[in-house]
């Protein structure tokens, strides 16, 4: 499978599960901001030391034929897609994956290799029979530090314990400066209206620049581009916007549910614009993903059912199970550009046993946003805002 396909493939599986997660979250009020590529990578690796039904069931959710396919796809992200561009003038990107281990529980030599060579995980082996606090608060202070700050606690407080036996953990971070920052001093508070009717004052920024935009049947897309570094890569974020103020959920359920969405609804060229207004916001949001994934249909890795057997050289191997992924998330966006970070962990556990005249974009109500790489059309971060008031 080539690596375009097996991006559309996950782009797929992003808005599948992007839709899961935000059609729960409007009706609560709630913003939000995830990365489905985080929590992509975390059951890679889980299918990795997977056969049977569970590796079926991961690799069918997934989109891929077999783990060599899923293994090549991340072993190709990490080096062309989420390299750091920091040095040569673009995005400062940072993608990081950590196992830790139970020291009695000898790890297969294949699996060993998957980890370090494909997924260039930092390994270690740790005590969770008499120090399962210290090892969680040890990936905590990892996510913390790989996220520069941002993600805090992405494991809640007993989620590890003695019957822990392996911990899977993602981490990325996102940080990128506009190609065309908004003056700050033309930042002003207006109103934002909100799903149930009511409005908030927040600060819009604005800019008289012909900016990407393109108009479809019921929804505006607006493209903001970072500043490129030297090589090919070109990141932006694009803004979805519903003609309708309560037109969210509607557009939500279209983005997930119609294959390739996002290739055909980007805006291609520069247009002028009349009214051009977004607000700054600033949102965290944590969610146990396990929760949605079996909603979904993987089942099987959270059962206890036997399929996590080529993770350990032990017959305890045959009792493994996925406990729980936690996935935590940040983003700020403001003048100068965008900093965002994302962290997914899995817990394993022990069973006992448009063109034309000027166009307004005026983002006062509800929207869904996104940050992707244009040549691969690869999706860093998803999520939507509700409420630019409400504080990270």
Request: net charge negative; with cysteine; glycine share 8%.
């Amino acid at each position: 499978m080539d690596l375009r396909e097996s991006i559309a493939n996950q782009t797929n599986v992003s808005l599948e599960i992007s839709k899961h997660v935000m059609l729960k979250e409007a009706n609560k009020d709630s913003n939000l901001v995830f990365s489905p590529l985080s929590i992509h990578v975390v059951l890679s690796l889980i299918a990795s030391g997977s056969k049977g039904p569970t590796l079926d069931q991961l690799l069918s959710f997934l989109r891929s034929s077999c783990n060599g396919d899923l293994n090549s796809f991340s072993s190709e992200l990490v080096a062309l897609i989420l390299a750091d561009g920091s040095h040569s003038g673009g995005p400062l990107l940072k993608f990081v994956n950590g196992v830790w281990i139970e020291k009695s529980l000898p790890i297969k030599p294949y699996f060993k290799e998957i980890v370090d060579t494909v997924y260039k995980a930092v390994s270690d082996q740790v005590d969770f029979q008499t120090k399962a606090i210290e090892v969680a608060n040890e990936v905590n202070s990892w996510a913390e530090k790989e996220t520069g700050g941002l993600i805090k606690q992405v494991l809640p407080s007993g989620s590890v314990d003695s019957s822990t036996r392996l911990i899977f953990a993602n981490a990325l971070y996102f940080k990128g400066a506009w190609n065309a920052k908004f003056e700050v001093s033309q930042t002003k508070d207006q109103d934002f209206h909100l799903l149930n009717g009511t409005s908030v004052q927040v600060p819009f920024m604005t800019s008289k620049k012909k900016q990407f935009v393109s108009a479809f049947d019921g929804f505006k897309v607006l493209g903001l581009s970072y500043k490129q570094g030297e090589d090919k890569r070109r990141f932006s974020m694009y803004f979805y916007l519903p003609d309708a103020m309560d037109g969210l959920p509607a557009l939500v359920e279209k983005m997930g549910s119609e294959p390739e969405f996002l290739n055909r609804h980007l805006p291609h060229q520069e247009v002028e614009v009349g009214e051009f207004k977004i607000p700054k916001f600033k949102i965290s949001f944590g969610f146990e993903a396990s929760k949605d994934l079996k909603e979904l249909g993987v089942v099987l890795p959270f059962s206890g059912e036997g399929g996590l057997t080529e993770m350990v050289d032990s017959p305890e191997g045959q009792n493994l199970y996925v406990s729980s992924i936690f996935h935590k998330s940040f983003i700020e966006v403001n003048e100068e550009g965008t900093e965002a970070g994302a962290a997914s962990v899995g817990v394993i556990k022990l069973r006992a046993l448009l063109t034309g005249g000027p166009i307004d974009f005026v983002a006062d109500h509800p929207f869904v946003f996104l940050i992707r790489e244009d040549m691969t059309g690869m999706v860093l971060f998803v999520g939507h805002v509700v409420n630019p008031a409400q504080v990270a």
